[in-house]
Structure formats: structure tokens, C-alpha cells
């Protein structure tokens, strides 16, 4: 999915309740992380909350993503991560801004500066292993 599509499924929402809520289901219906996972290697930095994160790299430079959180929100800012990021190649993950997209989504009037940092956070660290990668 692309930062446009997204916006734009995020435009149907006037209210910050529905966007909420959308958020929290796009938490729920990330795949299950297997406990093997939940480990401090994979813990990414800069999130108050806890999150795992592995970045896997396929044959033909896919780059597949598996995360999973402590927190319910945090999980669905990791779903609108994955939405866009999952099942990329390394080089169009560098080529994808999403630094904005925190405020394209008005997320930022209703989620605390520390959710903004551990989502960017999110996306450096997959960044970083795209930039390995590519």
C-alpha cells in the first residue's frame, strides 16, 4: 500500500474516536510474533513501549516484516508501518518517505510526542536494515 492509499483510508474518518479505533484493529490483526522473537535483540530503541521488531530479507530482496507490542496502540502504529513497508525491496523502503505521515494521518493532535518517537523509531530501524541491505 502506498503513503497515498493510506492517507486517503485514513480520510474516511472525521472523527478521532473512528481513527482510534481503526489504529487499535490494525493492532489486532498484525500476525502473532512467536515468542522466540520477544527477545532484547530485537527490542527496538527509542519506544517507551515495548516493541519487537525482526526484519527478514528473502532470496529475491523482499524484505519481510514481523513485530509485535505491549501496547495496543503502539501495535496499530505498527500496523500502518507494515502497510506500507511490508513485502517491499530494500530500495523502495529507502525511497519511501514516512516521516510526515504521523501528521498526514492527524495522528499528532492526539497521540503524545513519545508515540511520535518510538514510530519513527519503528521506521529508522527498518530503514537502517533496507540501507544494510540494498
Not at 84 to 93: L, P
Request: charged fraction near 20%; charge should be negative; aromatic fraction near 8%.
Amino acid at each position: 500500500m502506498t503513503v497515498d492509499e493510506l492517507v486517503r483510508r485514513f480520510s474516511i474518518f472525521d472523527e478521532w474516536e473512528e481513527r482510534y479505533a481503526y489504529l487499535i484493529d490494525l493492532g489486532r490483526k498484525l500476525p502473532t510474533l512467536a515468542e522466540e522473537h520477544h527477545i532484547k535483540d530485537n527490542l527496538v530503541e527509542g519506544c517507551l513501549s515495548q516493541v519487537w521488531l525482526v526484519c527478514a530479507l528473502t532470496d529475491d530482496k523482499i524484505v519481510h516484516l514481523q513485530a509485535n507490542s505491549d501496547s495496543a496502540i503502539v501495535k496499530g502504529l505498527i500496523g500502518l508501518v507494515l502497510m506500507v513497508y511490508e513485502g517491499q525491496t530494500a530500495a523502495e523502503i529507502l525511497t519511501t518517505d514516512l516521516s510526515n505521515l504521523f501528521g498526514e494521518l492527524k495522528l499528532d493532535s492526539h497521540l503524545s510526542a513519545n508515540r511520535r518517537n518510538g514510530f519513527m523509531s519503528m521506521i529508522g530501524t527498518i530503514q537502517n536494515f533496507a540501507q544494510q541491505h540494498q
